[in-house]
């Protein structure tokens, strides 16, 4: 069975572009998490998804941060427009209800912002 | 935000050694995972526990769930090349829909 699927798995930018980055959770699983990985503030919850539907963005970080889970096999995180500041290791995880708590984690985007 | 309090931050191991690390809080989870992270992947599953008290086994992996709900350990017994990584805690209050805290990691690396 495939696990989360996370693309592109490098992105490098420049400060001002659009950037989307891409998910696909475990087939059946109905819950989709957004992290962001860096050495200073490990891992962070940006937002999660239960069942398609956006339960907690409190993590997103400011408004050029937009996340989307347009059906329950993909989920896209945007950042428009990119900063430095922004670079970082971005994980999708996903979980099943029926699984309890447990997050199985993507190989993550790392992002580059020059 | 909430925080877990990871240690120790890094440590050196050699081959054939037990290591040790923990994880506290100052407030109460019902459920404490422990993931390890190895270099350009993301963090994989080693350990669930669901109740105080809980020691659970995985190979030469064992983690408890404390007595007093704040804190968890994890145990690595005779060490061997392969367990260099990251390893982080992650904690779970009631009542949230699967909304996990991390800590910052345990690294882990081979003495030179």
């Known amino acids: 069975d495939a696990g989360v699927i996370q693309s592109p798995r490098h992105e490098v930018t420049e400060m001002g572009q659009e950037v989307t980055l891409r998910c696909k959770p475990i087939?059946?699983?109905?819950?989709l998490f957004w992290y962001r990985q860096t050495m200073m503030r490990g891992l962070e919850l940006l937002i999660y998804f239960n069942n398609n539907v956006p339960i907690d963005d409190s993590g997103m970080p400011e408004d050029r941060f937009s996340a989307k889970m347009p059906n329950a096999s993909f989920s896209t995180l945007k950042i428009q427009p990119s900063e430095p500041r922004d670079s970082a290791v971005y994980f999708c995880a996903s979980s099943s209800g029926l699984a309890g708590l447990i997050q199985y984690f993507g190989a993550g985007t790392r992002l580059s912002v020059l | 935000g909430q925080q877990l309090n990871q240690s120790p931050q890094s440590m050196f191991i050699q081959e054939g050694e037990d290591v040790s690390m923990n994880c506290t809080s100052s407030s109460i989870f019902n459920t404490w995972l422990w993931y390890k992270q190895d270099p350009g992947e993301g963090p994989v599953l080693l350990i669930a526990l669901y109740k105080a008290g809980e020691l659970t086994s995985n190979g030469r992996l064992t983690a408890q769930f404390g007595i007093t709900r704040k804190d968890s350990f994890l145990n690595i017994s005779a060490s061997i090349p392969s367990d260099v990584g990251i390893y982080f805690c992650?904690?779970?209050?009631?009542?949230?829909?699967?909304?996990?805290?991390f800590g910052k990691g345990t690294k882990l690396s081979v003495k030179p």
């Open positions: 087939s059946g699983h109905n819950s």
């Open positions: 992650a904690g779970q209050k009631g009542g949230s829909q699967g909304n996990l805290i």
